[in-house]
Protein backbone atom coordinates (compact mmCIF):
# COMPACT_ATOMS: atom_id res chain seq x y z
CA UNK A 1 0.00 0.00 0.00
CA UNK A 2 1.63 3.55 -0.97
CA UNK A 3 0.24 5.83 1.46
CA UNK A 4 0.37 9.61 1.41
CA UNK A 5 -0.71 12.19 3.97
CA UNK A 6 -1.06 16.01 1.83
CA UNK A 7 -0.95 18.87 3.74
CA UNK A 8 -2.75 17.33 7.01
CA UNK A 9 -3.15 19.60 9.91
CA UNK A 10 -4.82 17.84 13.11
CA UNK A 11 -5.83 20.12 15.91
CA UNK A 12 -7.48 19.81 19.49
CA UNK A 13 -8.98 22.98 20.71
CA UNK A 14 -6.11 25.62 20.22
CA UNK A 15 -3.49 23.13 20.40
CA UNK A 16 -2.33 21.54 17.27
CA UNK A 17 -0.75 18.27 17.00
CA UNK A 18 0.23 17.89 13.50
CA UNK A 19 0.65 20.77 11.69
CA UNK A 20 0.39 21.35 7.78
CA UNK A 21 2.17 17.73 7.22
CA UNK A 22 3.51 16.25 4.07
CA UNK A 23 4.26 12.35 4.15
CA UNK A 24 4.52 9.61 1.37
CA UNK A 25 4.93 6.22 2.90
CA UNK A 26 6.39 3.80 0.14
CA UNK A 27 4.99 0.72 -1.35
CA UNK A 28 6.31 -2.25 1.09
CA UNK A 29 8.68 0.05 2.94
CA UNK A 30 9.09 0.71 6.80
CA UNK A 31 9.26 4.44 7.42
CA UNK A 32 10.13 5.63 11.28
CA UNK A 33 8.54 8.36 12.46
CA UNK A 34 11.31 9.58 15.27
CA UNK A 35 10.95 12.63 17.43
CA UNK A 36 9.70 13.70 21.26
CA UNK A 37 6.61 12.92 22.93
CA UNK A 38 4.39 15.21 21.70
CA UNK A 39 5.47 16.01 18.78
CA UNK A 40 2.69 14.58 16.70
CA UNK A 41 3.63 11.09 15.75
CA UNK A 42 0.59 9.20 16.79
CA UNK A 43 -1.56 11.19 16.06
CA UNK A 44 -0.35 10.49 12.83
CA UNK A 45 -0.79 6.64 12.87
CA UNK A 46 -3.78 7.26 14.51
CA UNK A 47 -5.21 9.42 11.48
CA UNK A 48 -3.91 7.01 8.78
CA UNK A 49 -5.77 4.28 11.17
CA UNK A 50 -8.80 6.41 10.96
CA UNK A 51 -9.25 6.70 14.84
CA UNK A 52 -9.13 10.55 14.32
CA UNK A 53 -9.87 12.67 11.49
CA UNK A 54 -7.64 15.03 10.23
CA UNK A 55 -8.85 19.00 10.94
CA UNK A 56 -7.49 19.73 7.08
CA UNK A 57 -5.69 17.97 4.04
CA UNK A 58 -6.24 14.62 2.30
CA UNK A 59 -5.09 11.02 3.28
CA UNK A 60 -4.69 8.56 -0.06
CA UNK A 61 -4.05 4.58 0.10
CA UNK A 62 -2.90 3.79 -3.41
CA UNK A 63 -4.19 6.88 -4.80
CA UNK A 64 -8.03 7.25 -3.11
CA UNK A 65 -8.75 9.24 -0.64
CA UNK A 66 -9.79 8.02 2.29
CA UNK A 67 -10.75 10.14 4.82
CA UNK A 68 -14.24 9.29 4.71
CA UNK A 69 -13.98 5.61 5.44
CA UNK A 70 -14.21 3.88 8.60
CA UNK A 71 -11.50 1.96 10.12
CA UNK A 72 -12.65 -1.68 9.41
CA UNK A 73 -12.63 -0.86 6.07
CA UNK A 74 -9.14 0.51 5.69
CA UNK A 75 -7.40 -2.76 6.17
CA UNK A 76 -4.47 -1.57 8.28
CA UNK A 77 -3.60 -3.77 11.41
CA UNK A 78 -2.68 -1.86 14.68
CA UNK A 79 0.12 -2.54 17.72
CA UNK A 80 0.78 -0.68 20.49
CA UNK A 81 2.64 -0.59 23.55
CA UNK A 82 -0.25 -2.54 25.76
CA UNK A 83 -0.66 -5.57 23.82
CA UNK A 84 -4.58 -4.95 24.07
CA UNK A 85 -5.82 -8.72 24.32
CA UNK A 86 -8.92 -9.80 25.94
CA UNK A 87 -8.08 -10.68 29.20
CA UNK A 88 -10.92 -13.89 29.13
CA UNK A 89 -9.79 -15.38 25.85
CA UNK A 90 -7.00 -17.74 24.93
CA UNK A 91 -4.64 -16.95 22.78
CA UNK A 92 -5.86 -18.49 20.14
CA UNK A 93 -9.26 -16.95 20.48
CA UNK A 94 -7.41 -13.55 20.98
CA UNK A 95 -5.93 -13.94 17.73
CA UNK A 96 -9.34 -15.50 16.25
CA UNK A 97 -11.09 -12.30 17.07
CA UNK A 98 -9.43 -10.46 13.99
CA UNK A 99 -11.12 -12.91 11.36
CA UNK A 100 -14.58 -12.81 13.02
CA UNK A 101 -16.36 -10.11 10.38
CA UNK A 102 -14.39 -12.24 7.68
CA UNK A 103 -16.15 -14.34 4.43
CA UNK A 104 -13.46 -17.03 5.21
CA UNK A 105 -14.02 -20.88 5.60
CA UNK A 106 -13.51 -22.17 9.29
CA UNK A 107 -10.46 -24.58 7.53
CA UNK A 108 -8.77 -21.46 6.06
CA UNK A 109 -9.27 -19.21 9.65
CA UNK A 110 -7.58 -22.28 11.44
CA UNK A 111 -5.03 -22.39 8.84
CA UNK A 112 -3.95 -18.49 9.08
CA UNK A 113 -4.03 -18.90 12.78
CA UNK A 114 -1.46 -21.47 12.74
CA UNK A 115 0.47 -20.17 10.18
CA UNK A 116 0.26 -16.72 12.32
CA UNK A 117 1.45 -18.62 15.69
CA UNK A 118 3.80 -20.24 13.72
CA UNK A 119 5.70 -17.17 12.69
CA UNK A 120 5.80 -16.02 16.14
CA UNK A 121 6.78 -19.30 18.00
CA UNK A 122 4.11 -18.89 20.39
CA UNK A 123 2.17 -22.36 19.36
CA UNK A 124 2.44 -23.78 23.15
CA UNK A 125 0.84 -20.68 23.88
CA UNK A 126 -2.69 -20.83 22.18
CA UNK A 127 -4.55 -22.37 25.21
CA UNK A 128 -3.31 -20.26 27.80
CA UNK A 129 -5.08 -16.80 28.97
CA UNK A 130 -3.11 -13.42 28.57
CA UNK A 131 -2.76 -13.49 32.39
CA UNK A 132 -0.48 -16.62 31.83
CA UNK A 133 1.81 -15.22 29.60
CA UNK A 134 5.15 -12.89 29.99
CA UNK A 135 4.97 -9.73 28.73
CA UNK A 136 7.21 -10.80 25.35
CA UNK A 137 4.88 -13.70 24.80
CA UNK A 138 1.59 -11.43 24.96
CA UNK A 139 2.90 -8.75 22.82
CA UNK A 140 3.88 -11.74 20.35
CA UNK A 141 0.38 -12.96 20.54
CA UNK A 142 -0.99 -9.34 20.17
CA UNK A 143 1.44 -9.21 16.55
CA UNK A 144 -0.02 -12.23 15.45
CA UNK A 145 -3.18 -10.95 16.00
CA UNK A 146 -2.47 -8.23 13.71
CA UNK A 147 -0.98 -10.46 11.23
CA UNK A 148 -3.38 -13.09 10.91
CA UNK A 149 -5.94 -10.84 8.64
CA UNK A 150 -3.03 -10.39 5.76
CA UNK A 151 -3.45 -6.25 6.49
CA UNK A 152 -2.56 -3.87 3.50
CA UNK A 153 -0.30 -2.24 6.05
CA UNK A 154 0.77 -2.32 9.91
CA UNK A 155 0.95 0.58 11.99
CA UNK A 156 3.33 0.21 15.18
CA UNK A 157 3.41 2.71 18.14
CA UNK A 158 6.27 1.78 20.70
CA UNK A 159 5.39 -1.66 20.37
CA UNK A 160 8.14 -3.03 22.57
CA UNK A 161 8.67 0.08 25.19
CA UNK A 162 7.52 -2.06 27.87
CA UNK A 163 9.79 -5.13 27.71
CA UNK A 164 13.52 -5.65 29.17
CA UNK A 165 16.48 -4.93 26.89
CA UNK A 166 17.40 -8.00 26.03
CA UNK A 167 13.96 -8.77 24.76
CA UNK A 168 13.25 -5.70 22.74
CA UNK A 169 16.56 -6.65 21.15
CA UNK A 170 15.11 -10.08 20.30
CA UNK A 171 11.26 -8.74 18.82
CA UNK A 172 13.00 -6.13 16.96
CA UNK A 173 14.82 -8.58 14.98
CA UNK A 174 11.83 -10.95 14.53
CA UNK A 175 9.96 -7.53 13.15
CA UNK A 176 12.21 -6.62 10.90
CA UNK A 177 12.36 -10.01 9.46
CA UNK A 178 9.00 -10.53 9.32
CA UNK A 179 8.31 -6.96 7.29
CA UNK A 180 10.91 -7.69 5.26
CA UNK A 181 9.61 -11.26 4.42
CA UNK A 182 5.73 -10.20 3.77
CA UNK A 183 6.95 -6.65 2.34
CA UNK A 184 4.25 -5.09 4.14
CA UNK A 185 4.25 -0.99 4.37
CA UNK A 186 4.99 -0.51 8.19
CA UNK A 187 4.75 3.21 10.02
CA UNK A 188 7.02 2.40 13.03
CA UNK A 189 7.19 4.52 16.20
CA UNK A 190 10.32 3.86 17.99
CA UNK A 191 10.99 3.19 21.55
CA UNK A 192 14.73 4.86 21.05
CA UNK A 193 16.89 6.53 18.89
CA UNK A 194 18.40 2.90 18.46
CA UNK A 195 15.38 1.27 17.46
CA UNK A 196 14.78 3.88 14.62
CA UNK A 197 18.61 3.70 13.09
CA UNK A 198 18.37 -0.06 13.48
CA UNK A 199 14.86 -0.90 11.53
CA UNK A 200 13.84 1.75 9.29
CA UNK A 201 14.33 1.85 5.80
CA UNK A 202 13.74 5.60 5.93
CA UNK A 203 13.28 8.03 8.94
CA UNK A 204 10.87 11.31 9.36
CA UNK A 205 11.83 13.25 12.13
CA UNK A 206 9.67 15.23 13.70
CA UNK A 207 9.10 18.48 15.78
CA UNK A 208 6.03 20.52 16.70
CA UNK A 209 3.85 18.43 14.55
CA UNK A 210 6.09 19.09 11.72
CA UNK A 211 8.42 16.74 9.79
CA UNK A 212 12.27 18.09 10.05
CA UNK A 213 14.57 15.63 8.04
CA UNK A 214 13.29 12.84 6.21
CA UNK A 215 16.09 10.06 4.74
CA UNK A 216 17.42 6.95 5.50
CA UNK A 217 19.22 6.26 8.44
CA UNK A 218 22.53 6.86 6.86
CA UNK A 219 21.61 10.08 5.36
CA UNK A 220 20.15 11.00 9.02
CA UNK A 221 23.11 10.23 10.90
CA UNK A 222 25.39 12.15 8.56
CA UNK A 223 22.92 15.17 8.66
CA UNK A 224 23.25 15.20 12.29
CA UNK A 225 26.68 14.99 12.13
CA UNK A 226 27.11 18.31 10.27
CA UNK A 227 25.04 19.51 11.93
Same mark, same amino acid.
Given at each position: ??? *???????????????? &??????? /??????????????????????????????????? /?? /????????????????????????????????????????????????????????????????????????????????????????????????????????????????????????????????? *????????? &??????????? *???????????????
Amino acid at each position: MHI *QLQNISKSYGRARAVD &RLDLEVR /DGELLVLLGPSGCGKTAVLNMIAGLTEPSSGSLLF /DG /DDVIARPPRLRNIALVFQSSLLYPHLTARRNIAMSLRHSDLKPAEISARIEESAAIFNINPLMDKLPSELSGGERQRVATAKAIVRDPAAFLLDEPLAALDAALRLTLRSELVNLQKRLRKTTVFVPHD *QTEAMTMGD &RIAVMRNGRIE *QIGTPDEIYNLCLSG
